[in-house]
């Protein structure tokens, strides 16, 4: 095989024209489309960037809002169970001062009926008196004799 001078110039020059031609067709498109898809993506990037930025800052609102009802329904736990508590007091103070009024109830019951309890023994008392001095004497004693008699009684008892 010889090497024709003449036939590896026209090569060369045929790879140049190609190279030429294939640039003026190729090259321009498809370094405006990397160029165009580049652009793209550093678009997207931006936007995707965007919206991390938007979801960092919803989450944080999210945060802050729930820190909030947690902050809120704290609170109100916190003064409905000091409701209970003042209302828990106030039921036992009321419950104290009605078994306060029972029991003096009962102190001036038991005071009314001892004195009930105690007319009564004296009046049973004055009869059986009146009635031992009668049968003792042989004789009816007058109402003024019942009535001295039933005063030295009581007066020596008490």
Do not use: C, W
Not at 4 to 19: A, K
Not at 118 to 140: C, H, K, M, N, S
Request: hydrophobic residues 40%.
């Amino acid at each position: 095989m010889e090497f024709n001078l003449l036939d590896i110039v026209q090569h060369i020059l045929n790879v140049v024209v190609l190279y030429v031609i294939l640039r003026a067709i190729l090259y321009r498109p498809v370094r405006s489309y990397m160029l165009a898809r580049e652009e793209a993506l550093k678009q997207q990037r931006a936007e995707a960037d965007q919206y991390r930025k938007d979801a960092e800052d919803l989450k944080a609102q999210s945060q802050k809002l729930l820190e909030e009802a947690h902050q809120t329904a704290q609170q109100d736990a916190d003064s409905k169970l000091e409701y209970a508590r003042q209302m828990a007091s106030h039921l036992l103070e009321d419950a104290r001062v009605e078994a306060r009024q029972i029991v003096e109830e009962g102190r001036s019951r038991i005071a009314e009926e001892r004195k009930e309890s105690r007319e009564e023994l004296v009046r049973e008392t004055a009869a059986l008196a009146v009635d031992l001095a009668a049968r003792i004497l042989g004789r009816e004693v007058s109402a003024a004799d019942n009535q001295r008699l039933i005063e030295d009684y009581f007066s020596k008892v008490g």
